[in-house]
């Protein structure tokens, strides 16, 4: 990696970081795409850094806010994932590669179309939705977790939904997404397939990570609500359009 390529990179790594501690979401799709479009490391050992930033992104960002995490809401919302990455991983191995793609479209222009709509009606619901609804959301996340290493968008859709504070919501979905990160770096690790090449992409950006979730800590943005769902479900888009075209760009090429 050269000097202006891990300047580029680690500028991705700050700004994902950085709202990934106000949304509660985001860390991997601005590295990931970094990563892809400066060309700097495989995206299997790119995500197995952005597992190792965002255990330190969740630890930066949740330090003094573990109380406004809600412990049912995640428990139930972690009782769906779990299951639903073995669901996807076994999936992804019985797809062929081209309904993999054509599903892998269909997801991302799914989220885009949810995106839009909740930006253009970004009022939550008048009530809490059933618990069950959110083990159901984590399942669905977790399948989608499985197969395309995207397990955020049906959670952030559901938790945004929700007649809640934003601060409950963002350390909610923190602790989710932080612990899916430590299971998945702990199962690749037993696996032996943590590489030289994550561990020195992931440890190289941990004081950038740090310092920017500290930034968001000390220096919050003064934004409405509505403002902070506004920009969750433009990073829906932006995370949708990014799903399908991780699809279609290497096909194309």
Do not use: K
């Not at 920017?212 to 769902?229: C, G, M």
Request: hydrophobic share 55%; glycine share 10%; charged share 10%.
């Amino acid at each position: 990696m050269d000097v202006l390529s891990l300047v580029l990179f680690l500028l991705a790594v700050a700004i994902g970081s950085y709202f990934q501690a106000l949304t509660g979401f985001a860390l991997g799709i601005f590295i990931l795409g970094g990563a892809i479009a400066l060309q700097v490391s495989t995206v299997s050992s790119t995500a197995t850094a952005i597992n190792i930033m965002a255990m330190f992104n969740v630890a930066v960002a949740l330090r003094g806010s573990w109380r406004s995490v809600n412990g049912p809401m995640l428990l139930r919302t972690l009782s769906g994932v779990v299951p639903g990455i073995f669901v996807g991983l076994w999936l992804l191995n019985r797809l062929s590669e081209r309904n993999s793609v054509l599903l892998q479209v269909f997801l991302g222009l799914l989220i885009v179309a949810g995106g839009i709509m909740l930006f253009v009606r970004p009022e939550p619901r008048s009530s809490r939705s059933h618990s069950i609804s959110f083990a159901a959301a984590g399942l669905v996340g977790g399948v989608l977790g499985g197969l395309f290493a995207v397990p955020g968008p049906p959670v952030v859709y559901h938790y945004y939904r929700q007649p809640l504070a934003i601060e409950g919501l963002r350390t909610t979905l923190l602790a989710i997404f932080g612990t899916v990160a430590a299971c998945r770096f702990l199962l690749v690790s037993v696996q032996g397939q943590v590489t030289s090449d994550a561990l020195r992409m992931g440890l190289l950006s941990v004081p950038v990570v740090s310092l920017a979730t500290w930034l968001y800590v000390r220096y919050p943005p003064a934004i409405s609500d509505l403002a902070a769902r506004r920009s969750a479900f433009v990073l829906l888009v932006v995370t949708g359009v990014f799903i399908a075209a991780m699809a279609v760009l290497p096909a194309s090429s």
